[in-house]
């Protein structure tokens, strides 16, 4: 027995030294003589706001706080599941050219620069996305050059790439990112809920959906609380969720994934969703978007009309539903299998 788990131990060492890296591209690239000086500018930024979290300047952010790097949550995610796997990672390395895997999260100008190393050097693995901005004409042959994978967060968002870029079609992929179910579930599955939430992401403020919410909540004796995206901590938004038993997801825009949803979900909350088939980028309309693109009947419902989200706020009310969003978000969105269809793409 001691002399297999010794065995296991070195075979898992060997594995682990084995293995590529994989370089993580976020900050805006800064070559100079081969080397890339990018990386200064993210210790400098966490310096930064370590320093304005210590004199208290930090503002509160999650989804909502840009980041160059990507979405922060998912370049969280990924991070922590490659920890979790023990696959060697490195982010914005000062020396690009001793990699040969890359993984480019923020900036589309690093296509560029692994389109120029690559004709001198081998390059295995190129995977960009799921948060690069839309594509500009020139990046095109240079994925082609390249045999790049694009990832893109959903189907809908992967029809409209199609549609811009027919050529790269094969290239392109369905990856959403993950989440951890340890990290967002239920404080208390039995405890009882008494809140709804009223979410707003590019939203103004909607007089009449207030009004009937307030009204319903006064004759069903529950609480409503206003959240708006980008404008808490991640314990807040925890807090919110453990204490509400529906969340109302009003939008102006579709989302590419919806990470606020899915993490509602894991939770155990159900969501009632505004349905929004519309999304602009660089002022030209995209067809056939999707507000909750991994919405299922066990998650919750799209509402258009007033008449409609008062329905179904009364089914919820009325114990009329069985919706089970944990399950669905355990069965097909957790961090561990995000981060091994993430990983089959660096061969």
């Not at 594509?135 to 811009?164: M, T």
């Amino acid at each position: 027995m001691l002399f297999s788990t010794f065995f296991f131990g070195v075979f898992l060492m060997t594995n682990i030294s084995s293995q590529r890296t994989i370089a993580i591209l976020g900050e805006k690239p800064v070559i100079i003589l081969g080397c890339n000086f990018g990386f200064i500018l993210t210790v400098l930024k966490k310096l930064f706001h370590k320093v304005r979290k210590v004199l208290g300047f930090q503002p509160k952010s999650h989804q909502g706080h840009k980041s160059i790097q990507g979405h922060p949550v998912v370049t969280r995610e990924i991070i922590d599941g490659l920890k979790d796997r023990q696959r060697r990672y490195v982010v914005d390395p000062l020396r690009i050219a001793q990699h040969s895997d890359f993984l480019i999260l923020g900036r589309e100008q690093w296509i560029e620069v692994l389109a120029t190393l690559g004709r001198g050097k081998e390059i295995r693995n190129i995977v960009i996305g799921p948060n690069v901005p839309f594509l500009k004409g020139k990046h095109k042959e240079e994925i082609k050059e390249l045999s790049a994978v694009i990832l893109c967060p959903s189907q809908w968002v992967v029809d409209n790439f199609v549609r811009q870029a027919p050529m790269l079609k094969k290239y392109i992929n369905v990856w959403s990112c993950g989440i951890s179910i340890e990290n967002w579930s239920p404080a208390d599955a039995n405890a009882e809920r008494r809140k709804v939430i009223l979410y707003r992401k590019y939203s103004p403020r909607n007089s009449c959906l207030e009004k009937m919410l307030e009204a319903h909540a006064e004759q069903h004796n529950y609480e409503i609380v206003n959240v708006v995206y980008g404008s808490y901590t991640i314990d807040e938004w925890k807090n919110y969720l453990n204490s509400s038993f529906c969340i109302i997801y009003q939008t102006s825009l579709a989302e590419s994934q919806g990470l606020a949803l899915l993490e509602a979900w894991a939770m155990n909350v159900p969501s009632l969703v505004y349905r929004v088939n519309r999304f602009k980028n660089n002022d030209r309309e995209i067809e056939g978007a999707v507000t909750a693109p991994y919405m299922t009947k066990r998650c919750g419902k799209y509402w258009d009309e007033l008449t409609d989200l008062g329905q179904q706020l009364d089914e919820i009310v009325l114990g009329k539903t069985n919706y089970s969003p944990r399950e669905a978000v355990v069965k097909a969105h957790t961090r561990e299998a995000a981060t091994e269809k993430l990983l089959a793409f660096f061969k």
